[in-house]
C-alpha cells in the first residue's frame, strides 16, 4: 500500500474518531461541556489524538518503519515441530524471505507424518528390540535430525539478516564506497542463497523419505533379508555421512 492510501484511511479513521468523541451528539467531550467528567476526558482524550496524528502521519510521510529486533533463537526454543513453524513465521516480516519461510513451514506440516508413517510400517514387520528395525531406526532418527537442524540454521541466517540495510545497498542509498557496498552485498546474497539452499536439501531429505516408504510397500515380504537390498537406505547414510561438509 503506498503513502496515498496510508494517510487517506488512517486520517478518516482519525477523522471519525474525532467526531465520535467530540460531536455534541455522541460523547460530547469539549472543555465547556456541563458535565464535568466531559471536561476532564477532553483534556485527557485531546493530546492523545493529536500525539498519534502528529506521530503516525509523520512515520508514514517519512516512510520510516520500527526497526524489528534480532532476537536469536536459543537450541533448547525449538524442540516439537511447531515451534520451528512459529520460529519461521515470526521471521515472516522479512519479505526477501516470505517465499522461502512459506516453503519451509509447509516442508516442516510434511515431513512429521511422513516420518510417522514409515515407523509404523517398520513396527509392523520387525520386533523393536531387532538388528533390522533398530538400523532403519537410527538412520530415519539422524535423516529427520538433519532436516530439522537444516531449519534451524535457516533460521538463525534470516535473523540476522538486516533486510533494511539490504534495501538500501541495493537502491545505492547508503553512505559507504562501491567496493564496500559490493562487498556488503555479496556477504548478503550468500545468506540468501544458503536459505534457498536448505530449501532444497530439506526437500531432498522428505524425497528420500518418501521413496523409502515406496520401496519398502513394494516389497510383499518386508524382512530382514530384503531390508539389506533397500538402495535408499544407503542414499540416507550418505547424505548424513557427508553433514560435515555442509557450510553453516
Not at 19 to 44: Q, T
Request: charged letters at 30%; hydrophobic letters at 40%.
Amino acid at each position: 500500500m503506498n503513502k496515498f492510501w496510508k494517510l487517506l484511511i488512517f486520517n478518516s479513521a482519525m477523522v471519525c474518531a474525532s467526531i465520535l468523541l467530540y460531536a455534541d451528539r455522541f460523547a460530547g467531550l469539549s472543555p465547556g461541556a456541563d458535565e464535568a467528567y466531559k471536561v476532564i476526558l477532553f483534556f485527557v482524550a485531546f493530546p492523545i489524538m493529536l500525539a498519534i496524528f502528529l506521530r503516525v502521519n509523520t512515520a508514514i510521510v517519512s516512510g520510516t518503519k520500527k526497526q524489528k529486533k534480532i532476537s536469536l533463537l536459543k537450541n533448547e526454543e525449538l524442540e516439537e515441530p511447531k515451534d520451528y513453524i512459529k520460529a519461521l513465521q515470526s521471521l515472516m516480516y522479512k519479505k526477501e524471505f516470505e517465499k522461502p519461510i512459506k516453503v519451509m513451514c509447509d516442508q516442516v506440516k510434511r515431513m512429521e507424518p511422513k516420518v510417522q508413517s514409515l515407523e509404523i510400517i517398520l513396527a509392523q514387520h520387525f520386533d523393536k528390540g531387532e538388528m533390522t528395525y533398530v538400523k532403519f531406526k537410527t538412520t530415519l532418527d539422524d535423516v529427520q535430525k538433519l532436516f530439522y537442524d537444516n531449519t534451524k540454521m535457516a533460521i538463525k541466517r534470516m535473523g540476522v539478516f538486516d533486510e533494511e540495510e539490504y534495501r538500501l545497498l541495493m537502491n545505492n542509498r547508503l553512505n559507504i564506497t562501491e567496493d564496500s557496498r559490493q562487498q556488503k552485498i555479496k556477504i548478503y546474497h550468500e545468506h540468501i542463497e544458503f536459505v534457498g539452499s536448505i530449501v532444497r536439501r530439506n526437500e531432498y531429505i522428505i524425497t528420500l523419505v518418501d521413496n523409502l516408504t515406496l520401496e519398502i510397500s513394494r516389497l510383499e515380504d518386508f524382512n530382514a533379508q530384503s531390508a539389506e537390498n533397500v538402495h535408499i537406505l544407503n542414499d540416507m547414510k550418505k547424505l548424513i555421512e557427508n553433514t560435515k561438509y555442509y557450510a553453516n
